[in-house]
């Protein structure tokens, strides 16, 4: 597949760029949402050179590991909204998706004028903060970790803060909280390409789930021109685009054909079997349903329904439960 070996060509670009001698610029900006008090989401953290340096280490050792997980495991796979595994490393090229490409542009630069003050309520608020490397030949490396990644210590009154300074072989005072930033990488942009790591928190700053919410909409609304959905179909719309899983699930099971395949009889036979919590019956050779939106059983039960949530084995005759569903890899 071109994606992964271009992925593959730019784990390695990263890794020659990272370990070149050339000096490396870093910032990192917090996003934390703006309130009465302060106006602006963005707080860059101005910082000495030696932790700008230490931050770029830790880069360094993350994406190392990053490189040989994709490589030794095999994790990279083309990214899908949709479906995206637990294990997976996601790939997308940002030429393909616009909206991330403008999310990524919407991050402020090295100018950006305000500075993180200090305050806690910043960090407690935090979303996610962004580490961009600049390197000497003007490319750029844009690192995104969610709020988990960010600790406040030494705040409690009265409490003595002190850190302990080699160069000056001594305890010396601070005057403020103490932030750590674990190193670690939810996401990614490296030169027009995407690396997802942890899809919620890439789904969740990003706004992505917007898009997954619009397929789901539309695999319902082919559903509804195939079989009898009742007359409440937007409130069913409304309420499974509040439940990004369910969400999900439909409109990767739409993406990967599995609901135009559906017969309509096994339908009603599968509901029958596994006494769901649905009222679904056949009508002139069609399915006819009627789901009450309010219950939020039925519409997960609807969802599983036409998702083929339940699948036996034929190996084992073992039912299972499966979430995600992929097309099979080509085996040699």
Same mark, same amino acid.
């Given at each position: 597949?071109?994606?992964? /070996?271009?992925?593959?060509?730019?784990?390695?670009?990263?890794?020659?760029?990272?370990?070149?001698?050339?000096?490396?610029?870093?910032?990192?900006?917090?996003?934390?949402?703006?309130?009465?008090?302060?106006?602006?989401?963005?707080?860059?953290?101005?910082?000495?050179?030696?932790?700008?340096?230490?931050?770029?280490?830790?880069?360094?050792?993350?994406? @190392?590991?990053? *490189?040989?997980?994709?490589?030794?495991? %095999?994790?990279?796979? *083309?990214?899908?909204? =949709?479906?995206?595994?637990?294990?997976?490393?996601?790939?997308?090229? @940002?030429?393909?998706?616009?909206?991330?490409?403008?999310?990524?542009?919407?991050?402020?630069?090295?100018?950006?004028?305000?500075?993180?003050?200090?305050?806690? %309520?910043?960090? !407690?608020?935090?979303?996610?903060?962004?580490?961009?490397?600049?390197?000497?030949?003007?490319?750029?490396?844009?690192?995104?970790?969610?709020?988990?990644?960010?600790?406040?210590?030494?705040r409690e009154q009265g409490m003595v803060a002190a850190?302990?300074?080699? *160069?000056?072989?001594?305890?010396?005072?601070?005057?403020?909280?103490?932030?750590?930033?674990?190193?670690?990488?939810?996401?990614?942009?490296?030169?027009?390409?995407?690396?997802?790591?942890?899809?919620?928190t890439f789904e969740s700053v990003t706004n992505i789930?917007?898009?997954?919410?619009?397929?789901?909409?539309?695999?319902?609304?082919?559903?509804?021109?195939?079989?009898?959905?009742?007359?409440?179909?937007?409130?069913?719309?409304?309420e499974i685009g509040k439940r990004t899983l369910l969400?999900?699930?439909? #409109?990767?099971?739409?993406?990967?054909?599995?609901?135009?395949?559906? =017969?309509?009889?096994?339908?009603? /036979?599968?509901?029958?079997?596994? %006494?769901?919590?649905?009222?679904?019956?056949?009508?002139?050779?069609?399915?006819?349903?009627?789901? =009450?939106?309010?219950?939020?059983?039925?519409? %997960?039960?609807?969802? =599983?329904?036409?998702?083929?949530?339940?699948?036996?084995?034929?190996?084992?005759?073992? !039912?299972? *439960? #499966?979430?995600?569903?992929?097309?099979?890899?080509?085996?040699?």
């Amino acid at each position: 597949m071109p994606l992964i /070996d271009d992925a593959f060509a730019a784990l390695t670009d990263m890794r020659v760029t990272l370990n070149a001698r050339d000096r490396i610029g870093c910032h990192v900006l917090i996003f934390s949402p703006k309130t009465r008090e302060r106006r602006e989401n963005w707080h860059k953290v101005a910082m000495q050179g030696s932790v700008a340096d230490r931050i770029a280490s830790s880069a360094r050792e993350a994406l @190392l590991k990053l *490189e040989n997980r994709a490589t030794d495991d %095999q994790a990279l796979e *083309e990214f899908d909204f =949709d479906a995206m595994a637990d294990g997976c490393i996601g790939v997308m090229s @940002l030429a393909d998706v616009p909206a991330i490409a403008n999310w990524l542009d919407a991050i402020p630069g090295d100018d950006w004028p305000l500075r993180f003050d200090g305050d806690e %309520q910043v960090i !407690e608020k935090a979303r996610f903060y962004v580490t961009r490397l600049n390197f000497a030949d003007g490319r750029l490396l844009t690192l995104v970790r969610g709020s988990r990644g960010l600790t406040v210590t030494l705040r409690e009154q009265g409490m003595v803060a002190a850190i302990f300074s080699r *160069e000056q072989n001594e305890m010396v005072a601070i005057d403020g909280a103490v932030v750590s930033f674990d190193g670690a990488i939810d996401f990614l942009a490296w030169e027009g390409m995407v690396f997802i790591l942890n899809f919620r928190t890439f789904e969740s700053v990003t706004n992505i789930r917007d898009v997954t919410i619009r397929k789901a909409t539309g695999a319902l609304d082919d559903l509804a021109a195939r079989f009898g959905l009742g007359n409440n179909i937007q409130a069913i719309k409304d309420e499974i685009g509040k439940r990004t899983l369910l969400a999900k699930r439909l #409109a990767a099971a739409h993406r990967h054909g599995i609901i135009a395949d559906v =017969d309509p009889q096994s339908l009603v /036979d599968r509901a029958a079997e596994k %006494q769901l919590r649905l009222r679904c019956h056949m009508n002139n050779g069609n399915v006819h349903f009627d789901i =009450d939106h309010n219950n939020q059983g039925e519409i %997960q039960d609807f969802v =599983d329904l036409l998702t083929d949530f339940f699948l036996k084995s034929p190996v084992t005759g073992r !039912e299972w *439960e #499966a979430v995600v569903k992929r097309t099979p890899k080509a085996r040699r």
